[in-house]
């Protein structure tokens, strides 16, 4: 099973400042595989990026993705109010999937 | 515009089987293009694959639930199905179903449902 790792737990930040999640996995995955969700409380989890560097439909262009082999970052550049909440990465493989344990994103 | 809609009783007995079903509208669950899938997220904590269904019937379960967990798909309704059997408050959780994409990422939720085991 391939597991990923996502750092910091949390980070703390102001509105219009630059937020930079990182998701690490156990073993070299394909860039397609790989997407991010984000989550706000009592609600499901909304796709933001999938194949690693792509934006879902309806996704403002401040949330970007990036990385490949075991490294990929989610950067959202410049934090608006409703963009504090939870994020996940997500990754297939060996006909599994599985996701990363989260970060909070939280108002400093 | 693609909806998905779990639905089941939000309390079950430790030992019992957990039996969700996910209700979907606008859109066809036979595309060959989609496979649908289950996740679960218990109070307070991340998000849990359960398992995964294609259009083909084809089944894939998170090895540690495996022996519990079947996945099914009905057509005709348009609907699929969750079955976690000897379940334990372990198993408390919010339900979601999702439709997923290209073997890899799940574009499309249901609001989840709140399953609590307990006697």
């Known amino acids: 099973e391939v597991v990923l790792t996502q750092s910091p737990g949390t980070l703390s930040l102001s509105p219009g400042e630059r937020a930079t999640l990182f998701c690490r996995t156990s073993q070299s995955v394909t860039s397609l595989y790989l997407a991010w969700y984000q989550q706000k409380p009592g609600q499901a989890p909304r796709l933001l990026i999938y194949g690693a560097s792509n934006r879902a439909t309806g996704i403002p262009d401040r949330f970007s993705g990036s990385g490949s082999g075991t490294d990929f970052t989610l950067t959202i550049s410049r934090l608006e109010p409703e963009d504090f909440a939870l994020y996940y990465c997500q990754q297939y493989g060996f006909s599994s999937w599985t996701f990363g344990q989260g970060t909070k994103v939280e108002i400093k | 515009q693609l909806q998905l809609q779990e639905s089941g009783p939000g309390l079950v007995k430790p030992s019992e089987t957990l039996s969700l079903t996910c209700t979907v509208s606008g859109g066809s669950i036979s595309s060959s293009s989609y496979y649908w899938g289950w996740i679960r997220q218990p109070p307070g904590k991340g998000l849990e694959w359960i398992g995964s269904i294609y259009y083909s019937g084809s089944t894939y379960y998170n090895p540690s639930l495996k022996s519990r967990v079947t996945i099914s798909v009905d057509t005709s309704k348009n609907q699929f199905s969750l079955k976690l059997s000897s379940v334990t408050a372990a198993d408390t959780a919010v339900y979601y179903c999702?439709?997923?994409?290209?073997?890899?990422?799940?574009?499309?939720w249901g609001q989840g449902t709140l399953v609590t085991v307990s006697s």
């Open positions: 999702a439709r997923g994409y290209s073997s890899s990422w799940y574009d499309h």
